[in-house]
């Protein structure tokens, strides 16, 4: 099992350029998160999706969009990035239940 | 709504001495707690968690207790490693199908040889 995988790895966008992150787990879970890691403030939900075909804001979803494309794959877009969007995400997937979260490895992303 | 508070990092250690890191919870109903780690340049991956009050997790030398009486969940290990070295985080996690998580802002440890 390759777990949760997520694309790309790094990026540098311009302020006003658009992207999307991609994101795969491949266990069979129903719950899906997307959180950026910004220094000194732990990690913050942007969106997350109980399960397929459903999803849901988080404690700061402003500037982004989410899709749940199928049970495993989540999207996140960024449709005209600010420096304010400057973090690492990540990508977390669970099974159901209060259970453990299983992250992926996440994207450094840069926006000038 | 569920909070988790951690102890302020960062902590340096030398190698084989004895660490605590601070965890408390406020939370509705009886999460369950978890101890997650995150070592340079990764994402975070399970370190330990309990499910129920006096639950004690523990994986790697580390050990941690659901004290329900005090809304705590201390992180310890007898004797650290260099190898230990990482950003460790305390969070909560909801009953609920969607399972929120609430984490700690992340403590960050360095073990000197």
């Known amino acids: 099992n390759a777990g949760v995988t997520q694309t790309p790895k790094f990026q540098v966008l311009k302020t006003g350029q658009s992207m999307t992150l991609q994101c795969a787990q491949d266990?069979?879970?129903?719950?899906m998160y997307w959180y950026r890691q910004d220094p000194g403030m732990g990690l913050r939900l942007i969106y997350y999706s109980a399960s397929e075909g459903t999803t849901d804001k988080g404690e700061v979803p402003n500037g982004y969009n989410v899709s749940r494309l199928n049970k495993r794959e989540f999207s996140l877009r960024l449709e005209s990035a600010a420096p304010s969007q400057t973090s690492v995400y990540f990508c977390?997937?669970?099974?159901?239940?209060?259970?453990?979260?299983?992250f992926g490895p996440g994207t450094r992303l840069t926006v000038l | 709504g569920d909070s988790v508070t951690q102890m302020e990092g960062p902590v340096t250690l030398s190698e084989e001495a004895f660490l605590t890191i601070n965890c408390t919870y406020t939370?509705?109903?009886?999460?369950?707690l978890f101890w997650y780690v995150q070592y340079p340049g990764e994402g975070l991956q399970l370190l330990l968690k309990?499910?129920?009050?006096?639950d004690k997790g523990s994986n790697k030398g580390f050990e941690a207790t659901y004290r329900k009486e005090t809304t705590s969940f201390h992180l310890e290990k007898g004797s650290v490693q260099v190898s230990d070295s990482a950003v460790y985080f305390c969070a909560l996690g909801g009953n609920t199908n969607a399972g929120k998580s609430t984490f700690g802002d992340g403590t960050t440890l360095t073990v000197k040889p």
């Open positions: 266990m069979n879970h129903n719950s």
């Open positions: 309990a499910t129920k009050a006096d």
């Open positions: 977390a997937s669970k099974p159901e239940g209060p259970n453990t979260q299983y």
């Open positions: 939370a509705t109903g009886y999460p369950s």
